[in-house]
């Protein structure tokens, strides 16, 4: 019965990722990773050269512990909307409410569902990448297979931290963060001494206790998010007065948006905000990578013998980009296909969501960023820091809300709007992070530099954000 589940559980992820990409793209995405992986290798005595051997291992490990976290968060806390947009379909994680399962044990098995699923469709190909790279580089192949299984023990590290959280946060959002930031913290003082997971240190010094050491903290981590799943459903209090009057009111709001958009469904996008408690869920979604970031540079900082000067301008440059990540959770809320029975296009829709995206979720990244500034003592860079934040983020999710329309999550599987998004939005980042580090040795370089790229990605923001009519207005919500 548990192997038909989790058979069914993988069908169901297919089946919904090319239901929202194409069958084309998706299937072709795992062979673009594979190529990354060639690539990661063929360039590897490069990277070593630059950043040191022990250090560029650690950011690989750093690099798959953040992209099991992301995973891990995209399954766990979009897994509510996904029930909410195809409900009318019954997701199998949605068994216990009809079947005698409990949901403690659906939950666990979903998130063993989750690492089948990334293992296959992106560590293997870039791990049969990798071999591939290797053996034209003349790298020796079992070393870069040993490397390889301590990378798939960091990943699930992530996912299963993430796992945590969310059981976490069925609670409540301030257990959450004290979890979190107390299973944090206890991490970072248990390999104060080791490198910066303990199958990196396993892979450096052949000692099998620490992949011991590696496989309990998983085990620990995800057993104990395991057992805070209850079958309690939370019922938010349904409101049933006062919609009307705040429709009004958010209608003379938004009225001096109607050169963009159309006020009516701005307010109706904002009022379902609130309704579906996404805000909460955006914020800790954005919060999140970005705290785990800067607590991971403090620790390499301050605990670690490695000198990496991020400053305020670098984190502007994240900062940015992750604010694609609030515009998806805009595209979570509710499925659009009752639009269809409207006089609305997807494109309204699309224009709606980013004013809504630029009016109401500016003092997230703003918050964030001014206390970075201030925890490095950096207030004097926050202007300039601004100014990037803002040109990226508007530079990014215009072009996200041209490519991927009101599907961001699931169009970014497919490989060919991937690799566009990858080509489009990764040169500039690199650029800015490079100057941001170089601002020490030449600020007045740096800033010349700086405004040139804004400018240029302002241009490109308003020319994605008038593109957005001509791809999206004869597009269907079905």
């Known amino acids: 019965m548990i192997r038909l589940i989790l058979w069914r559980m ?44 022990f250090e560029y291992l650690e950011v690989l490990h750093i690099s798959l512990m953040f992209y099991g976290v992301f995973a891990g968060s995209l399954a766990f806390f979009g897994n509510e909307f996904l029930e909410r947009i195809f ?25 063993i569902k989750e690492f089948i699923f990334y293992t296959c469709f992106t560590l293997l190909p870039a791990f049969l990448g990798g071999l591939v790279g290797a053996y034209l580089n003349d790298v020796d192949l079992l070393s870069l297979a040993k490397f390889g299984f301590s990378l798939a ?71 104990t998010a ?19 009057d ?37 914020f800790f979604s954005f919060a999140f990578p970005l705290g785990i970031l800067t607590f991971m540079n403090w620790f390499i900082d301050k605990g670690l013998p490695i000198q990496i000067d991020f400053n305020t301008i670098f984190y ?29 296009t997807v494109s309204d829709v699309v224009r709606a969501r980013l004013v809504l995206f630029f009016t109401i979720t500016w003092w997230i990244p703003l918050l964030f960023l001014t206390i970075i500034a201030y925890m490095s003592k ?38 060919v709007v991937f690799l566009k998004f990858f080509v489009v939005s990764v040169p500039p980042m690199i650029a800015m992070t490079l100057l941001s580090l170089a601002i020490s040795y030449s600020i007045s370089t740096v800033l010349i530099a700086l405004s040139l790229i804004c400018g240029i990605l302002a241009l490109f923001s308003i020319f994605f954000y008038n593109r957005i009519e001509v791809k999206w207005n004869n597009e269907t919500f079905d």
């Open 10 to 53: 993988l069908q169901e992820e297919i089946r919904l990722n090319t239901s929202f990409a194409s069958g084309k793209g998706f299937y072709s995405f795992p062979i673009l990773v594979l190529i990354s992986g060639i690539l990661a290798v063929t360039f590897t005595d490069e990277m070593i050269a630059d950043m040191g051997y």
């Open 246 to 282: 705040r429709l009004k009111e958010d209608i003379k709001t938004f009225s001096w948006a109607q050169k963009y958009s159309n006020p009516t469904i701005i307010s109706k996008e904002r009022i379902d905000l609130q309704r579906s408690k996404t805000g909460t869920k955006m």
């Open 226 to 244: 395991t057992l805070l799943v209850t079958d309690y459903y939370e019922q938010g209090p349904i409101r049933t007065i006062g919609y009307n």
């Open 316 to 344: 502007a440059v994240m900062v940015g980009f992750f604010g694609t990540m609030i515009y998806s959770w805009l595209n979570t809320i509710d499925s659009p296909t009752f639009y269809s029975t409207l006089p609305v």
């Open 153 to 223: 023990f960091s990943f699930l590290m992530g996912l299963s931290f993430a796992y945590l959280i969310s059981s976490l946060y069925r609670i409540s959002w301030k257990t959450s963060v004290l979890g979190g930031l107390t299973t944090v913290i206890i991490y970072a003082f248990s390999v104060q001494d080791i490198a910066i997971t303990y199958s990196l240190e396993w892979y450096l010094n052949d000692d099998i206790i620490f992949l011991f050491y590696s496989a309990l903290t998983i085990f620990l981590i995800s057993i």
């Open 87 to 111: 409900g009318y379909l019954g997701l199998i994680i949605g068994l216990p409410t009809t079947q005698p399962i409990t949901q403690r044990k659906m939950t666990l098995l979903y998130f």
């Open 378 to 415: 950096e207030i004097n860079l926050l202007p300039i820091g601004i100014i990037v934040m803002i040109t990226v983020g508007m530079y990014i999710v215009n072009y996200t809300a041209w490519a991927t329309g009101l599907r961001t999550n699931s169009a970014l599987f497919d490989a």
